[in-house]
């Protein structure tokens, strides 16, 4: 398999992570934040912590992952009134559902940078709303555990189920860091790097 580069958007649905801001066309093209992908992801680390560590950090990507892309799934009036500032609600769960995704200074970051996008966007992107996403792991590659942070590395897609039926994007290797958050003792993003792979 070739690797490409590329960088990708999640958290509004992902611009962070790999998720699925409503951006222009591509449904399971992540809005938020921007992830540079690094030239040259390992094929694998070794693991490290106990095996209730490892599979709870495994857990805790894929639906940190799903949450991400999530929060993109909104129709282009929706997005026209949070970056207008219209849709006081609207703003007040975007910060909340971020804060639930990623550690406090990349929650920051993407909730500036979202507003930005769906204010210059002005409701004109293309309506990629979809009823339910799935993050599918093909390949674990490697869970190393500590006290208080994680790094993953495995490769997988998503598919969603939208108003074009079911799609799915291509296989991505993905290198994550997380967080535990010190109060409640679940885990958040702090940076997550990808390289998607094609035939």
Known sequence: MNKKLFISTVAVG??????GF????SPNQTVFPKFEFS???????????SDVEIKAAKRAV???FEADYSLGNLTPKQQKEIGDGADQAGLAKLRKDLDAVWVKKSAD???TSIIELFKSEDGQALDSTFTSVKFVVEKWEGVQVG???????FTGHYETNGRAGKSSDSPTQY??????????GKWLLVERKGVQLED
């Open 14 to 19: 992902a611009i962070l992570g790999v998720g």
């Open 62 to 64: 894929v639906q940190l």
């Open 175 to 184: 290198l994550v860091t997380m967080n535990r958050d010190s109060e409640q």
């Open 147 to 153: 006290d208080l942070d994680a790094t993953v590395l």
């Open 109 to 111: 970051d993407y909730y």
């Open 39 to 49: 030239k040259g992801i390992r094929s694998e680390i070794s693991n490290r912590g």
């Open 22 to 25: 409503a951006i222009a066309a």
